[in-house]
């Protein structure tokens, strides 16, 4: 895995689709827009209105997406699952974002799934299960593991 260091600020990556769709090179159905974020319906439409929430500028991921331009994307992420329970009758919402294909991250440039969610029947499934090695595992180390690898 690559140091978790924000990378360089760059507009474009000229295979990207979320860049080009960014720059207007591909067409999208639009939700949101401002200087730095953009918001469109998914084509895959796991359930009726999912929608990306995207950086106008290219980063990787989550991990190496500078905070103040992660901030703009989760404040557009909240108002439109705001939205989307309000307009769309949806009952709650998931949010995500993957990071590196290990992580079901498909696309590699910083986004977030909005997913309204419609009752239990809605189609869209995200589970977690009991790690079956619980036992196996020392929370206190781990937990001290993880700590030293914060930075401020």
């Known amino acids: 895995m690559p140091p978790f260091v924000y990378e360089e600020e760059i507009i474009m990556i000229q295979d990207c689709i979320f860049c080009k769709i960014a720059v207007g090179l591909i067409p999208c159905t639009k939700v949101y827009e401002d200087d730095d974020v953009l918001a469109f319906l998914d084509i895959g439409q796991a359930t009726t209105g999912h929608t990306l929430v995207i950086s106008k500028k290219h980063y990787p991921n989550f991990l190496a997406t500078p905070k103040s331009i992660m901030h703009k994307v989760y404040d557009v992420a909240q108002k439109i699952?705001?939205?989307?329970?309000?307009?769309?009758?949806?009952?709650?919402?998931?949010?995500?974002?993957?990071c590196y294909k290990e992580a079901g991250q498909s696309i590699p440039h910083f986004h977030v799934h909005v997913i309204p969610r419609y009752e239990p029947a809605d189609g869209f499934r995200i589970e977690m299960y009991e790690n079956v090695h619980i036992g196996e595992l020392n929370l206190p180390v781990l937990a001290s593991k993880i700590s030293k690898g914060i930075k401020e």
Not at 81 to 98: E, H, M, P
Request: charge should be positive; proline fraction near 0%.
């Open 81 to 98: 699952g705001q939205a989307q329970i309000q307009t769309l009758g949806a009952r709650g919402v998931n949010v995500l974002s993957n």
